[in-house]
């Protein structure tokens, strides 16, 4: 009790969230993004195709069907681009933030001690490309959960462990 | 014997079978339109395709079924005290919870799962509404040597509960320190809930206009001399005599409902914690623990803040699964002094309002926009290009205007975030202004957003989630935004505040 003290807290000396470095998501995940894009699409077009196919009335509109399809497929492209740029994570002592976000940036931060639980998420393309997502649990809903995809597979498991050791240690 | 749980291991064998009834739901349900459209067909199939495409189509799911059996193990990880579980064929998740954070460990049968004879483990951490880690097919031994082990850490925590419990029972009639009287009641009905009042009028009146023309056209009344006659004779009248009508009945619905709700309401203390019991054909009763509180709204509008009362709903988080989750308490008709003096057995001292953050005027804009310029270019264009007819009702548009307008602009004036060291305080709202009150040490993650031509203007939004739902504000001075942000994760970072 003697050496407890209760001083004023400069809110100005704090440590910034807003000035942390975030590392940006691995290259591969590009990669990652563009297949599945490239396989959501191929469905897409096979389904289109097939829609022309039995329905021969639709032949004349074969050219706005197309243009239309490119003008979507360009847009989504470009927009997971920007998405994929604008994806960042950082890990500090007290507390993981995650940057996301295409028109908006944002930025969301949630300290460890309020971490419920963590779950590895590989999905089928991402597993080639040895990447994994981490997924961060909190009570407060879906939408103070985070995901970070595109983090190798092995570092993945590191922060998993050091999201587990943050957890457990309760400060 | 003792299980240790130690090595990866599968459900029991026998959950193929109920993969494989679970796996068929699902693809049933997203592929019933196609068995529709054979259905409608079956005399032009060759039956001979049909049946292998059939059995094609088990044995496909069989083959899922086994995999998702192959690929699902769960763990007891000893070293890091941790509960692991993996699934998937394809998309591999492996779930992580720790064993200290697990609230609740459920055994459940469904009917399938007692035909085969297994049973169902669910865990549950705190918070969210969804289980966590759920087993779908175990024996009943291995379910409670498991739940034994998950819940070991938890022993400690029962055990006070359980004693809470008991003490509760000696002094369960504790003496209520408040009660809202029958003439706040009347109060809260006549002055609350219009919006809702007057939907309910509507619905009502259109469907009993509607039968009520279907059955005068049945018996050959020429609708249009009704219309006539309605037009022309005493207009004036009948509009007043409508609109005081629907008027009074909202009161008198209002008050119906809130008397028959909330009757003989009751708060007692109880070791800390608040009792309410409420209602006149059944009375309802609830706890209010304080740690658990998350979120208190304090809603008052212009004739209640002259009656001097106010209501107060009250957001909890819970884990048990007996109770609802986030559930809502609402204390109707307390006026000033009561109210602070529950907030104060809530917060353990009476919320001020501290530094004050107010919007933008862009919100302003950007709600005349989406309120008030779209409906209307809507309204006009539709009127130029498809129907011209519309043209005539031209004249509701400035009464729109205006009406809309103010709630726009009181809605703006009111929206405004209030901070200081033990509070936070959302207030928004034109009519009826809320007050959302929530303690720093109960956030659990905190966005915050920028949209990138807002950068030069230094504005910004943020969105506070607690267990118990989000506060957000939008469009604020975002400097002063972040500067909170790093205060408030500076103070949960070096505290363990119990938010629950």
Known sequence: MENFTNEIIDTTQLPRFEEVEFSVLHPNYWKVTLLNAFFFFLIFAIGLGLLLYFNRGLVVFLVDISVIYSVLLITAVLLSRIAFKKKGFAFRTHDVLYRYGIIATNTIVIPYNRVQHVALHEGFVSRFFGLAKIEVFTAGGSSSDIQIPGIEMKQAENIKQLLMGKIQKKL | ?500
């Open chain 2, 1 to 500: 014997m003792e299980e240790d749980f130690k090595q990866p291991q599968r459900q029991s064998s026998i959950g193929v079978l109920l993969m494989f009834v679970t796996t068929l739901q699902q693809w049933g349900r997203a592929l019933w339109p196609v068995a529709l459209v054979y259905v409608f067909k079956i005399d032009e199939l060759n039956k001979g395709y049909l049946y292998i495409g059939i059995a094609f189509f088990l044995i496909v799911i069989g083959i899922v079924a086994y995999l998702k059996y192959l690929n699902f193990t769960f763990y007891l990880d000893d070293e890091n005290d941790e509960f692991v579980i993996n699934e998937g064929i394809l998309n591999k998740t492996k779930t992580i919870i720790q064993l200290n954070k697990i609230q609740q460990v459920n055994i459940n049968q469904s009917l399938l799962q007692r035909v085969i004879g297994v049973y169902e483990l669910d865990v549950d951490t705190a918070g969210s509404n969804k289980k966590e880690g759920s087993i779908k097919a175990i024996s009943h031994f291995l379910a409670l040597g498991l739940k034994a082990r998950l819940m070991e850490n938890e022993q400690v925590d029962s055990y006070t509960e359980s004693s809470e419990v008991e003490s509760d029972e000696v002094d369960a009639e504790a003496r209520p320190f408040m009660s809202i009287s029958f003439l706040s009641l009347l109060k809260v009905g006549v002055t609350s809930n219009y919006v809702k009042g007057l939907g309910l009028i509507v619905a009502f009146v259109a469907t009993v206009f509607e039968n009520s023309k279907n059955f005068i056209s049945q018996y050959d009344f020429d609708d249009e001399k009704i219309d006539a006659y309605l037009d022309k004779s005493r207009i004036i009248q009948s509009v007043a005599i409508i609109t005081f009508l629907i008027l009074s009945s909202i009161l008198i619905i209002n008050l119906v409902r809130v008397v028959f709700r909330y009757f003989d309401y009751k708060i007692a203390r109880q070791n800390g914690s608040l009792l309410l019991s409420f209602g006149l054909l059944s009375t309802k009763s609830t706890i209010i623990k304080p740690e658990k509180v998350q979120i208190v709204t304090v809603t008052r509008n212009f004739f209640q803040k002259k009656m001097n009362i106010l209501e107060l709903k009250i957001k909890q988080a819970t884990s048990g699964e007996k109770e609802d989750r986030k559930s809502v308490i609402e204390i109707p008709g307390c006026n000033e002094s009561e109210s602070v003096e529950i907030l104060k057995l809530l917060f353990l001292k009476a919320p001020e309002k501290g530094m004050m953050l107010k919007p933008n005027f862009r919100k302003l804009v950007f709600s005349i926009f989406l309120s008030i310029i779209l409906p209307l270019t809507g309204f006009f264009a539709f009127a130029k290009f498809i129907q011209p007819m519309f043209m005539d009702y031209v004249y509701v548009v400035p009464i729109y205007v205006v009406f809309v307008g103010i709630i726009v602009y009181f809605g703006f004036r009111n929206n405004r975030l209030y901070v200081n060291d033990d509070f936070i305080i959302k207030q928004s709202g034109a009519w009826d202004v809320d007050n959302k009150i929530i303690e720093p040490g109960k956030i659990q993650a905190i966005t915050t957003s920028q949209l990138f031509w807002h950068k030069s203007a230094d504005i910004g939004s943020i969105t506070i989630h607690t267990a118990g739902g989000n506060i957000s504000f939008q469009l604020g001075d975002y400097s002063k935004i972040k500067q909170y942000v790093n205060l408030w994760l500076y103070e949960m970072e070096t505290s363990n505040s119990n938010w629950m």
